[in-house]
């Protein structure tokens, strides 16, 4: 009778292994997707010490690719959280914004970070990343760390059956490995796809170069490559530095992607047909059109293209409380402005990949001199008390000294260069009378009606300073 039982559930278990194949493969799968990519995000271990927060192990260093993550500084308890659906980044409405404090700022794009939490919910299909800034990999100076929350929704039953490849090619949408990473180089997952970094914003890259001689590269070529085991980076930094001629119909490119071809070097050749190195041999990117054929920021004058050179924001904090480091400050520009332009309705080329161009902000410029300490009161110090929590009188006279957006900015027209891939043009809706003025991203600098909290030495981002000057000249 014993045996008899021992064989019946046997043979259940097998029946049921042959009816319910999925759940079977869901129990293994799980541990499998998330082991693998967190082999591949290696998380970045953390600590404290007499300075506040540090690195204490680095782990993988990723690339920002879309505009409008919000970050808020280490200290914060609440974070704010982006999602990430159908290719579409959803950001923070403005109630949540407001919730987490003023001490906010936009991540850029091609901003490094690092990995501090990686979590899998199969039940709801999510994926979410906790970043932070990696302040050495951006070159900064004084410690900013700012952090987000990212969340990847996926279609619904998609991660219990995806491959790692697959996942990391929909997160490398908006956070690509950084294939120039010398913090820690990650551990690679089995297909999966290295992202090539873009370029930041503010920081225009040089010119791709052209390629020599009469080669064409062609889809063989680049199958061979992906064979012979090339990193992803190699292959599409040749896809781009030579002249192309690749067939992309949808069954060409399945054979090459089972072929061991990567999407992102598949995505490399669909977007060769229109990139600067797909031009003829001997031509510059846009000589038809007279276009810059570098990528940066640059004035019209409606005859030639002038480059603009992005010039660091100033930051002069008013009050300040030691025992916290943080500080109530204003941002601008000092002395005269980094270049002059003698036109009146100048239009500017934005040539960025990447960027959103909604988020470009021009003002005109207006002094200001001085500032009482009790205008950077953020916190609301009745003035008796003024002298015991900041230790200085409220009608204190600051020195200010800069030039600082007006409230009311100029609006902006935008219009795609339908002849280069990536390049807009941005048009004011009028006329702009002599004065200073600054073209900036997101953040990057508060009008002049705004306070803002800040660490004490941390340096401002960049933005465009210049000037209009009357036709003449002077």
């Known amino acids: 009778m014993r045996q008899k039982l021992h064989l019946l559930i046997q043979v259940s278990a097998l029946v049921l292994a042959w009816v319910y194949p999925w759940r079977v493969a869901t129990a293994q799968d ?15 271990k953390t600590g404290s010490d007499a300075s506040g927060f540090v690195v204490v192990e680095p782990g993988v260093v990723l690339v920002i690719k879309k505009a409008g993550l919000l970050g808020v500084p280490p200290a914060n308890v609440t974070m704010a959280q982006q999602t990430y659906k159908d290719g579409e980044l959803k950001g923070v409405n403005g109630f949540a914004r407001g919730l987490l404090g003023k001490t906010t700022k936009y991540l850029q794009v091609g901003e490094k970070v690092y990995v501090r ?8 299909d999510k994926l979410t990343f906790i970043i932070f800034e990696c302040d050495t990999c951006n070159g900064a100076t004084d410690q900013a760390s700012y952090k987000t929350e990212v969340v990847f929704q996926f279609p619904k039953g998609y991660l219990g059956t995806a491959e790692p490849a697959q996942v990391a090619d929909v997160i490398g949408q908006v956070l690509s490995v950084d294939t120039g990473a010398t913090d820690a ?21 040089p010119p791709q170069p052209q390629s020599g001689g009469d080669a064409v590269l062609r889809n063989q070529d680049v199958l061979k490559m992906a064979k012979a085991g090339l990193d992803d980076a190699i292959i599409i930094a040749k896809i781009k530095s030579s002249r192309c001629q690749f067939d992309t119909n949808p069954d060409t490119l ?5 072929g061991g071809v990567s999407s992102a070097v598949l995505r490399a050749m669909t977007e060769s047909g229109s990139s600067p190195q797909a031009q003829p041999s001997g031509q510059a990117p846009g000589a038809a059109a007279g276009l810059p054929s570098s990528y940066g920021y640059f004035l019209s004058d409606g005859a030639q293209y002038q480059p603009m050179t992005p010039t660091r924001v100033t930051i002069v904090v008013g009050l300040s409380l030691a025992a916290s480091g943080v500080g109530t ?32 902000h021009l003002a005109r410029l207006e002094f200001t001199g001085n500032m009482q300490a009790g205008q950077f009161n953020m ?6 008390f003024f002298r015991n929590v900041y230790g200085t009188d409220y009608n204190q006279v ?5 030039w600082r957006p007006q409230q009311q900015e100029i609006s902006l027209r935008t219009e795609p260069v339908m002849e280069r891939n990536g390049m807009f043009r941005l048009v004011p809706d009028r006329a702009l009378p002599p004065g200073k003025y600054a ?21 401002g981002d960049t933005a465009l300073y210049f000037e209009i000057r009357p036709a003449n000249g002077k």
Do not use: C, W
């Not at 916190?379 to 008796?384: A, E, L």
């Open 254 to 258: 399945i054979e090459l992607k089972q």
């Open 117 to 124: 939490k990686l979590d899998i919910n199969l039940k709801t």
């Open 185 to 205: 180089p990650p551990t690679q997952v089995a297909q999966q796809p290295t992202q090539v970094q873009e370029p930041a914003a503010g920081t225009p890259p």
């Open 439 to 459: 073209l900036f991203y997101g953040q990057s600098i508060h009008s002049s009606g705004m306070i803002f909290n800040t660490r004490l030495g941390t340096q």
């Open 398 to 402: 600051v020195p200010v000294n800069l």
């Open 379 to 384: 916190s609301n110090t009745q003035p008796q």
């Open 30 to 44: 799980a541990p499998s997707l998330t082991d693998q990519l967190r082999t591949q995000y290696k998380l970045v």
């Open 329 to 360: 400050a204003v941002d601008g520009f000092k002395g005269e402005a980094a270049q002059a332009f003698s036109v009146a309705t100048p239009a500017f080329l934005v040539y960025q990949q990447n960027v959103d161009t909604t988020a470009f």
